[in-house]
């Protein structure tokens, strides 16, 4: 089965910081990747996705993401974080077989942005 | 734009009772879902639901477990007899399609439904 592995389990950055968050996915096969947050207080909102072709990137609110197949990566970037990025951050993966189509969820990153 | 609702925000149910957990998908997506996260934990597949009935399941979607869409719009998940270890946030989801090859569906989530039981 596959597993998602989210290496930062809390991350406490000032303003202006840049910010890398790690995952990596255990399945061999092709795959969905996604980046989900959750603000505190609301839900799960798609922060970024890639499906297939360029593997670098770009989602809502200055984030990216690069998909390195040969790492089973796809690690979340923004070069300068701000303090209303504070959040839980969630990688997640489809893994595209036999017609399932579940979200396999890593365990989450806890972000907080001092000021 | 559109948005997955959910109802209650939370809940409150003595152990042993039967909650019915209510979700209002995206009206033009044809793909449901109900994952949870037990507090600390990490978001749970439940289960996924199609042209009324379920695609896929997990093993935590045992028998007391059960999901409906009773009508157009609404899509439940109903707990038959709660135990402690149910209570989570239950989140539903909803997508335009599955997943396939060579392409990809995006799940649009729900804020949850906070589930105590007691």
């Known amino acids: 089965a596959q597993s998602v592995s989210q290496h930062n389990h809390h991350v406490i950055l000032s303003e202006a910081a840049s910010l890398e968050l790690g995952c990596n996915y255990s399945y061999g096969g092709t795959v969905n990747l996604f980046w989900y947050v959750q603000y505190p207080g609301q839900h799960l909102q798609l922060l970024l996705k890639?499906?297939?072709?360029?593997?670098l990137v770009k989602g809502i609110k200055g984030f990216e993401a690069e998909f390195i197949k040969s790492k089973f990566s796809f690690n979340l970037r923004k070069p300068s974080v701000q303090w209303s990025d504070t959040a839980e951050y969630f990688c997640a993966v489809i893994t595209l077989t036999g017609g399932g189509n579940k979200l396999t969820f890593g365990t989450g990153t806890q972000l907080k942005v001092e000021l | 734009e559109p948005e997955v609702t959910q109802t209650p925000s939370h809940q409150v149910t003595q152990m042993g009772q039967e909650v019915i957990l209510r979700c209002v998908p995206i009206?033009?997506?044809?793909?449901f879902y109900w994952y949870r996260q037990i507090l600390g934990q990490k978001v749970e597949f439940l289960v996924s639901f199609y042209n009324n009935e379920i695609s896929e399941k997990s093993e935590i979607f045992d028998d007391q477990f059960s999901v409906e869409r009773p009508d157009g719009s609404n899509f439940t998940l109903k707990i038959r007899s709660t135990k402690l270890e149910d209570s989570a946030m239950y989140f539903c989801?909803?997508?335009?399609?599955?997943?396939?090859?060579?392409?990809?569906?995006?799940?649009?989530f729900g804020p949850g439904t906070r589930l105590l039981v007691l």
């Open positions: 989801a909803s997508s335009e399609e599955a997943p396939r090859r060579g392409a990809g569906e995006t799940q649009y």
């Open positions: 890639y499906f297939s072709g360029d593997p």
């Open positions: 009206s033009n997506h044809l793909y």
